[in-house]
Every structure is written in C-alpha cells, then in structure tokens.
C-alpha cells in the first residue's frame, strides 16, 4: 500500500510559479512510477507529468511530460524525504485543475487508470 499527500496548491496570476509536493508512507519511493495528473472543473484527468523508479537511466529516473507542459514543469523525487515535487513555472490559466499525485508499479503510461494510488488532491488556480 502507498498513501499519497499532496500540498502546495494556490491562487496565483500568469506567469507565477508553484511548486507541488506529494509526500508518500507505506512504501519506498524509489521502487513505484510516480505521476501528476491534472483535472479540471467538466473535464477528464489528464496526465501532466512522470518519473520513472530509481535505476531506469544512467541520470537515475527517466521523466515524461504532456506536450502543453514541457518546458515549464519539472517533476523531481527526493528519495530521502519520500516525496515528489512538480515545479510549475510560467503558469497559465489553463494550467487552473486540482492536481493529483499518482503512483504504480509498473511501467510508464499516461492512462490514469492504469495507477494504483492516488492522492486527495490540491487546487491550482491562475488567474489572467
């Protein structure tokens, strides 16, 4: 079992940062696929970004990125701490969704069913 805390959202303008952080317990981090998807108000939860287990590259982690954020969002992991982070700069108003932190054990995919734990959630908005 993993459980999943997310913090670090917030109201902000275009073009502001957040940093999201998703602290884990149960299970060690560096063994599951950690993902961030986003969903908003009406619409499907849609992948935002991942990182692969330790090990998976000679960098450690391999990360993967929907197109309508490349560049401007990082995921990293702190395997000390058991935590992801989603740095998100540059914010949009379209970025505006409660974001969730996922994890499986597994290989990559941008399907949301196919993780196995999720998170409760934290609200990003940005305003114009």
């Known amino acids: 079992q993993v459980q999943l805390v997310e913090s670090g959202g917030g109201l902000v303008q275009a073009g502001a940062s957040l940093r999201l952080s998703c602290a884990a317990s149960?299970?060690?981090?560096?063994?599951?696929?950690l993902g961030w998807f986003r969903q908003a108000p009406g619409e499907e939860r849609e992948f935002v970004a991942a990182i692969s287990r330790i090990g998976t590259s000679y960098f450690g982690s391999t990360t993967y990125y929907a197109d309508s954020v490349k560049g401007r969002f990082t995921i990293s992991r702190e395997n000390g701490k058991n935590t992801v982070y989603l740095q998100m700069n540059s914010l949009k108003p379209e970025d505006t969704a409660a974001y969730y932190c996922?994890?499986?054990?597994?290989?990559?995919?941008?399907?949301?069913?196919?993780?196995?734990?999720w998170g409760q959630g934290t609200q990003v908005t940005v305003s114009s």
């Open positions: 996922a994890a499986r054990i597994g290989g990559h995919t941008t399907e949301p069913g196919e993780y196995d734990y």
């Open positions: 149960g299970r060690t981090l560096s063994s599951v696929r």
